[in-house]
């Protein structure tokens, strides 16, 4: 059974920095893909960054380029999502999502597995 464990949220001023964490286990070679997706109350779920573990390459979202980076360490299975000059338009619940296939932008529907999520407000 697939888990996934995020940390790493919390409240930070524009411009500031955070470094979310998903510790993952159960994962088989079914799930290729481990992803960031986030949702803010009133807007679509966006997947904002993902990263392959097949081969390592990593996806973003255009919102983010430039300003978030994902990254494995794959000894303790954790996935990092480090996020740099955050705006508040970035503030949303953020989740981890392991799934077959990355994917990146505006989605919809059910899929993959899901953490429970971590809180990431960007305010002044």
């Known amino acids: 059974q697939v888990q996934l464990v995020e940390s790493g949220g919390g409240l930070v001023q524009p411009g500031g920095s955070l470094r979310l964490s998903c510790a993952a286990s159960?994962?088989?070679?079914?799930?290729?893909?481990i992803g960031w997706f986030r949702q803010a109350p009133g807007k679509e779920r966006e997947g904002v960054s993902c990263i392959r573990s097949s081969d390592g390459s990593t996806y973003y979202a255009d919102s983010v380029k430039g300003r978030f980076t994902i990254s494995r360490d794959n000894a303790k299975n954790t996935v990092f999502l480090q996020m740099n000059n955050l705006k508040p338009e970035d503030t949303a619940a953020y989740y981890c999502?392991?799934?077959?296939?990355?994917?990146?932008?505006?989605?919809?529907?059910?899929?993959?597995?899901w953490g429970q999520g971590t809180q990431v407000t960007v305010s002044s």
């Open positions: 999502v392991a799934d077959i296939a990355c994917v990146v932008g505006p989605v919809v529907g059910d899929f993959g597995s």
């Open positions: 159960g994962i088989t070679l079914d799930y290729d893909a």
